[in-house]
């Protein structure tokens, strides 16, 4: 692959220099968009008791955190192909005001459906945040280097996932849940202008016809999954009645839509997700280790702020306290291992050795009971955090290291994809496990008692819990340890293959060429690379990588795209 020639500098036109100060005044702005997005899948945790109890949405809380999963997946493949194709600048600031209004849109919701869709709406803005976010890091910085900030943005996801139910739980006990979706308004805005100031990134013209049909087609199906396997939690009945027409009709036009995608993307000039980067064994294993990190994650991660509310006893905002050890297992190992992979080179031991201990993390969480210790639970989560550190970012470093650079937008936003998908799907089943289960402890804890007595088990908070007389509160906080709990076998197997497949990824060695580099944006030589690409009328001046020669960069490039063949 051969690097545009450099272009010389126009004398009356600014230089904007990819030094390591501008790289992380980027990095700000796109941790910042990131945080937004990844607090939203997680900020409702401790909240979500109160917030179906009020909406009466007991039976279909699992919603609140697929229509937001949902959303992120649907857009995902949009943004890293409209990025490849015209810049991620434009995209990254129409993601955040998106995801801004539609916090807003959440936050004054007056009925459970208002929200479900406001959710979804969050979720159009997040998956631009997520996908760009980690792009936008490939085009300014080499494969080598990266280790270094994809670690901090793996912690971040841990985070958020405590620091959201932390937030959540804060806004529900003092003041209001509808705060969870209005906190985002000043940050949403404080993130535009950050991001409108700092992310001068150049902007393209692309001839080629956007893959309609295809786009078209990967809606339908994506929605189409997610439905079918949230059937329960949306449509309130009980399992799967095959003679049901809906249900029918819904599942043949989900695999009707997967078909017709499949065909048209074999087909199209300029696909959506080009199948071919499936022929390339690291993106394939490591898109589909994401994928079923999704499903044990977020499945996971879901349900146990509901479980410490309402088996343990533990107020809103003291689970989400309880969930902190888990972000220092995030933060720990995702730290580390994206320094250590700067350091050494190699990434592939950190996917097989974090599989391992979630699995395992996973398996443990089977065994907590309503009057366990708090240590224990701590313990218990820690490792489970400590496994998702070692893995969440590692593989997408992988991915975008295996992959043409002019494909790193369509190739990350592929294996988020999938990631996201698994998130939905996971959710919606292991919402669908665990609700019926409930269902049928609550309604035999309910048997006797007479209508009108003010017990009711489809509007169940938090507090009403804690107020019931006994023997119904204990046996309520029995049905809802007895359905999770064993809920949980039902992810091991699935993160058990994750870890056979990491077995298998194969390590290719980490390019020291930036993605705007290798595609001719920015070209470092003799120390003053120059770009043949422009930013709102000024020349883009790469001096991170400075001092090597055009040839060398050639070379670089190569082995990047010799890497993409394999």
């Not at 490939?138 to 958020?160: E, Q, T, W």
């Not at 994506?222 to 399992?239: E, M």
């Not at 993390?361 to 550190?389: N, P, R």
Request: proline share 5%; net charge negative; aromatic share 10%.
């Amino acid at each position: 692959m051969a690097i545009a020639a450099p272009q010389a500098p126009a004398a009356d036109k600014p230089l904007i220099h990819l030094t390591p100060k501008t790289v992380w005044l980027i990095f700000g702005a796109l941790m910042a968009g990131m945080f937004m997005s990844s607090l939203d899948q997680s900020i409702v945790g401790t909240a979500m008791p109160t917030i179906v109890g009020e909406l009466n949405g007991v039976e279909h809380q699992g919603w609140v955190v697929t229509a937001y999963i949902l959303g992120i997946a649907i857009v995902m493949p949009l943004y890293g192909k409209f990025g490849d194709l015209w810049g991620r600048r434009w995209p990254f600031l129409i993601a955040i005001g998106l995801f801004t209004i539609a916090s807003a849109g959440a936050g004054f919701a007056q009925s459970f459906g208002e929200l479900v869709f406001w959710r979804g709406v969050q979720g159009l803005g997040g998956g631009g945040l997520m996908i760009l976010s980690q792009a936008i890091i490939a085009d300014i910085v080499p494969a080598k280097d990266r280790g270094k900030y994809m670690g901090p943005m793996g912690a971040l996801f841990g985070i958020s996932a405590v620091v959201g139910p932390l937030i959540g739980g804060f806004f529900t006990q003092h003041a209001d849940w509808r705060w969870c979706f209005w906190i985002n308004i000043p940050i949403g805005v404080a993130a535009f202008l950050v991001a409108w100031f700092t992310l001068k990134l150049p902007t393209h013209r692309s001839g080629k016809k956007i893959d309609v049909a295809g786009i078209f087609f990967m809606v339908i199906a994506t929605t189409g999954l997610v439905l079918a396997t949230s059937w329960s939690s949306w449509t309130g009945n009980r399992g799967y009645d095959w003679s049901d027409p809906g249900l029918l009709t819904l599942v043949i036009g989900t695999l009707v839509s997967i078909a017709a995608f499949i065909m048209v993307e074999l087909r199209a000039e300029e696909p959506l997700l080009p199948l071919r980067l499936f022929k390339n064994p690291t993106f394939t294993i490591a898109t589909a280790i994401g994928l079923i990190l999704g499903m044990g994650m977020f499945a996971a991660l879901a349900f146990l702020p509901t479980f410490l509310q309402m088996s343990t006893g533990a107020g809103v905002t003291e689970s989400g306290f309880l969930l902190l050890p888990m972000m220092v297992g995030v933060m720990i190992t995702a730290i580390g291992s994206g320094l250590a992979i700067t350091r050494t080179g190699h990434y592939k031991i950190y996917p097989v050795v974090g599989l391992a201990i979630t699995t395992g993390g996973v398996a443990w969480l089977t065994q907590i009971t309503g009057d366990m210790s708090m240590w224990l639970f701590g313990a218990m989560i820690f490792v489970l955090g400590a496994g998702m550190g070692l893995v969440m970012q590692t593989i997408v470093l992988a991915v975008q290291n295996s992959v043409d650079p002019h494909e790193i937008g369509t190739a990350t936003s592929t294996n988020n994809f999938f990631r996201e998908i698994g998130a939905a799907v996971g959710t919606a089943l292991f919402s669908t496990v665990f609700t019926t289960k409930l269902a049928d402890n609550l309604s035999e804890v309910f048997a006797g008692v007479p209508a009108g007595s003010g017990a009711d088990a489809a509007s169940l908070t938090p507090a009403a819990v804690q107020a019931l007389p006994e023997p119904l509160k204990t046996g309520v906080v029995d049905a809802f340890t007895n359905a999770l709990a064993p809920s949980f076998w039902y992810l091991v197997p699935v993160i058990a293959v994750g870890f056979v497949l990491s077995l298998f990824l194969r390590e290719v060695k980490l390019s020291d060429v930036a993605g705007m580099v290798a595609r001719g944006e920015a070209l470092a030589a003799d120390g003053s690379g120059v770009v043949t690409e422009t930013v709102d009328g000024a020349i883009v001046v790469d001096d991170l990588s400075a001092g090597e020669l055009p040839t060398q960069r050639d070379s670089a490039a190569d082995q990047v795209d010799a890497s993409a063949r394999q």
